[in-house]
């Protein structure tokens, strides 16, 4: 384990029950049909991998639960396990880490504009929380981690922030997409390079002239 994790001392190593269990869920979910199923076995052990405080093991269960509502087609499922997962403060930021990172990694693989849209935001939401948690925590929340989940973050809230604004603009909604690049205040994140900064800004001048 890693970061924050090292300060919480792992109780159990579930490792070798997520694996097989997940074996189990795969096979399952050759039918798409069953992902309620799936959803019932892993819900119960993704509560006890958390509560043992194994990082590792809760963030395989929450990626497989993103990539099995993908492969279902359930997006709504998706975001609202995205929220609810990410809303649970004993969460360890390592899971959640790994969760947003499948997530993320779907956004251009959602069947339609308004899924998409819906996806962007969840991920939006989701990230703007974490940043202000990671500065509140910082007292007692390592370094490294704060650089690394500030540097993840900040950056794929800037790229999906960036990516929901060409959608507005595409639609001639440029009040809109003026609007949601507005909201983010590039000038104080400190891990988006120098050059990248400056074409956010060049671009929330353009849509504002």
């Known amino acids: 384990m890693n970061g924050t994790d090292r300060l919480i001392k792992m109780k159990i190593d579930y490792s070798s029950v997520v694996g097989q269990k997940l074996k189990e869920c795969d096979e399952l979910m050759k039918d798409e049909t069953k992902l309620n199923e799936v959803l019932d076995r892993l819900l119960p052990l993704e509560k006890q991998t958390r509560t043992a405080a194994d990082a590792i093991s809760t963030g395989r269960i929450l990626v497989a639960i993103v990539k099995y509502c993908y492969v279902a087609k359930q997006w709504e499922y998706m975001n609202e396990h995205i929220v609810t997962f990410s809303k649970r403060r004993s969460k360890l930021k390592q899971a959640i880490t790994k969760m947003m990172q499948e997530a993320y990694e779907l956004v251009d693989k959602t069947p339609d504009l308004d899924t998409k849209l819906k996806l962007i935001e969840t991920l939006r ?63 104080s994140c400190g891990t988006i390079d120098h050059r990248e900064k400056l074409e956010f800004l060049l671009e929330q001048m353009r849509l504002f002239s």
């Open 125 to 187: 939401t989701v990230t703007t929380d974490k940043v202000r948690m990671i500065i509140e925590e910082g007292k007692t929340t390592s370094l490294f981690l704060i650089n690394y989940l500030k540097f993840f973050v900040e950056n794929e809230l800037a790229r999906e922030t960036k990516n929901l604004a060409d959608i507005y603009e595409s639609q001639d909604k440029i009040k809109e997409a003026a609007e949601i690049l507005q909201q983010l205040q590039v000038e």
